[in-house]
Structure formats: C-alpha cells, structure tokens
C-alpha cells in the first residue's frame, strides 16, 4: 500500500482530539538572520515530545481486532517507541519497546512511564531492529515500522496538512532519517502546496538519505551511524519513504553535529525551545543553505524535543566556548599566599566571571613550589576574551588555553 493524500486526511480526522496541531511560530530573530520569513512547526511541544505520536496513534487506530489481540512490538531510539507505547495503552493494546542499550536515560524512562514493556538490545537502531523481528517471531505481535509503513506516514502527513492550513509556503525544511516524516509531510505538502520547495536535512554522520538517492534504491549504511541526532541515526532509509520522496525533494543538506549543536542552543536561547538533536537539524540545515532562502516565506520542522539532559549539558558547553562566552586556561603560579588572590583581582578587572577553578600541585613536570592552576570564566564574547588573554600576557602570566576543570582532575 502506497498511502496517498486521501489516505493522510483521513488520519488526520482519526488524529482529532488525540493530537495537538501544534502551532506555526514565528522567529524574528532567525528571519533576520537568514533574511526570510520563518516559521517553525513546533512538534517539540506535541504530546510524547515529538511528532512520533501522529503516526504512532494512526497505525494502532488502523489495527484489527486479530491485530490488537496479538499486540505490537517496535524498534525505536526512543521518540517512536514512547509514541506507539502511549497510543497502545491508550488502545489496551500490549507493547514492547526494543531500544538501543545507549538511548538516552530521558527516552527510556519516558517510554516505562506509559506502561509497557522496553527491552533494550544492541548497540544502535539496526540492533535493536533485528531484536524486534525475534521478539515478532516468538510472539505473534505485530511489527510497528518507525517509518516504512502507509499508516505511519500518513500519520506524520498531518502537519503537512496543517502548515498548509496557515497559508502557502515557499520552503518546507524537515528532518529526515528513516524517511517517514519527510514521506508524509512531503505527500501532504505536494498536494496542498505544489510550488512550495521541500528540502531535506540529514545528519552527515546518518547520511542514509543521500546515499539512497545516489544509488537509485532505498539503502542501508555500510558503517554504523554517528551522530547527537539519535532521532536520525536510522542508518537506514525506508524503501516506502524513498518512492514517496525521490522525485518530490528540492535538495538534500547534511549538517554536523557542531552544526547540530548550534541550532539546539539558538533555539534554547532565543526562542525558547527546548529541542533534541533530530529537532534542531532542520534549522541548522536551513542556516547552512540561507542564501537559497533569502526573501521567501520558509517553514522549518521541529521534530521533537526529548533531549537527554547530560547532551545538553555538553551541547551549550560547546556552544558557549565557540561563541566565546566561556574561556577556559591553565596558568603556572608560585605557591606563596597572595599569588592566586593577585591573578583573580586582575580577572575581576576585566569583567570576567570565574565559573570553577582547581589548583594542581601534583605534576611532576613543574617545581615544588609551583602550582597549575585551571580556570574557567564566563565571558562576554571573542572580544572580551581578546582582552583578557592580552591583559594576561601583560601581567607575565603565560597561559595555556583549553584545559578544563575536569581534564584537570
């Protein structure tokens, strides 16, 4: 079964009072930055925290009753799993979540919360897929595809509908790595939006969609994924999505994890929103080709948002220090009183803010007397610390940048 636009309304109307049509917000702030009108679709707030749910709920609405009896059974990275375990025990359909042994701590406790079984197996999806199938097997339940399934992506086909709802756009970004949202989203939005260009962002270390279209076929990494976007880290394109997206796509646009990582924060910081990697991907794909985007009416796809909190921690420490908002060195001092106490006052001079600081007396290459000290400051940005290191180099302190209070333990 290929679903078709019919086949998307009439999950949408199945969707109805189960799903939130989650809102169109604007961004001043990006729209100045890519020089466009910007409007995020804001799954992040959906209820499971992504856009999983839509497809999720729209499969086991779609289940026999032979079908409810035996139960279903997932491979998920987590957003897809708590999506199907809500919608069955909603249902009081059993479910069993095979996960990958490194999902995120956020994902599988959410997933336990809605009451139903996870397993974790493996070291990535593809594991945890080949887990499922035997679980499948030796069960009778029925195997619930993330992504290549009709019902799924017809499903995810709502927000397509949805952004067509709050009038035409120009550019349509989604994220993509089994291929399931971009499918459904690109089958609303061909339908309701013809002109409108739909543009693809994959995660360069999950680049199953590119190397789908070279090779003319749905296709499977030869190399494990590796990526921040674990939403995305399929390693595998579904061969339903690919027939349904080949000759719909306006381009493709891999982002990196660093690229990943800045979106995360620009969203943190200036719109409020708390996204994960996948969420993000499609703001960092669209800051990545922003002269293509210039003076059109752009709406970008936020996946989702369950973000493991310890990512997140190293997501804006990366961030801080690109943007030069955290510095961090190590300096040699003389173990004598008022040495220390000396360096900080001339810090505070600045205007820096020291975040930690560690002394050292214990490296073999330096004196007896000699103590390393490692700091890290808040800073103001590249200028301030600019100032800093020459501020440093003229009270004779020699630093050496980088090390960090836990390198120094």
């Known amino acids: 079964m290929i679903p078709t636009i019919k086949d998307v309304e009439q999950a949408r109307g199945r969707l109805k009072g189960v799903v939130q049509a989650t809102a169109l917000v604007r961004s001043a702030t990006v729209s100045r930055l890519l020089g466009a009108e910007v409007l995020f679709k804001a799954e992040n707030f959906q209820k499971t ?21 035996r139960g279903v059974v997932c491979a998920s990275a987590g957003n897809h799993g708590q999506a199907l375990a ?30 139903q079984n996870v397993v974790l197996s493996g070291s990535d999806y593809l594991n945890a897929v080949r887990k499922a199938h035997e679980i499948q097997e030796s069960t009778g339940a029925l195997f619930v595809d993330a992504y290549d399934d009709p019902w799924v992506i017809a499903g995810q086909g709502s927000i397509g509908l949805e952004i067509a709802d709050e009038g035409e756009a120009d550019v349509v970004v989604v994220p993509v790595g089994g291929g399931g949202l971009l499918a459904g989203i690109g089958l609303a939005v061909s339908a309701r939006m013809p002109k409108a260009q739909l543009i693809a962002v994959e995660a360069s270390g999950s680049p199953q969609l590119s190397v789908s279209l ?4 749905a296709s499977t990494l030869e190399r494990p994924a590796d990526t921040i976007a674990d939403g995305l880290a399929t390693g595998k394109l579904g061969e339903l999505p690919f027939e349904l997206i080949r000759n719909r796509l306006s381009d493709v646009v891999s982002v990196d994890d660093f690229e990943i990582s800045e979106a995360v924060l620009l969203m943190l910081e200036r719109l409020k929103f708390l996204t994960e990697g996948a969420g993000a991907a499609a703001l960092a794909g669209a800051l990545k080709i922003q002269q293509q985007l210039k003076g059109k009416r752009v709406v970008i796809c936020v996946s989702g948002g369950n973000i493991d909190i310890n990512l997140l921690d190293r997501i804006i420490g990366h961030g801080l220090i690109k943007m030069g908002r955290l510095f961090s ?55 301030h610390i600019a100032a800093l290191r020459s501020s440093l180099k003229q009270q004779g302190y020699r630093i050496r940048e980088g090390r960090t209070q836990s390198e120094a333990s």
């Not at 925290?49 to 079908?67: D, H, M, Q, T, W």
């Not at 069955?88 to 479910?95: D, N, P």
């Not at 070279?214 to 076929?217: A, I, K, T, V």
Request: charged residues 30%; hydrophobic residues 40%.
């Open 214 to 217: 070279c090779r003319g076929r």
């Open 49 to 69: 925290g992504s856009f999983k749910i839509r497809g999720a709920y729209n499969r086991v609405a779609c289940l026999s009753p032979e079908e409810k009896q």
């Open 86 to 115: 809500y919608a069955a025990s909603r249902a009081g359909v059993r479910a069993t979540i095979v996960m990958p042994e490194a999902a995120p701590l956020a994902k599988i406790a959410a997933t336990r919360g809605y009451g």
């Open 329 to 383: 060195f190590a300096v040699d001092l003389r173990d004598r009183p008022g040495e220390l106490d000396k360096l900080l006052k001339m810090i505070a001079e600045t205007g820096a803010n020291v975040r930690a600081i560690q002394h050292d007396r214990n490296r073999l290459d330096m004196p007896i007397s000699g103590v390393e000290v490692v700091l890290e400051l808040d800073t103001r940005g590249p200028e």
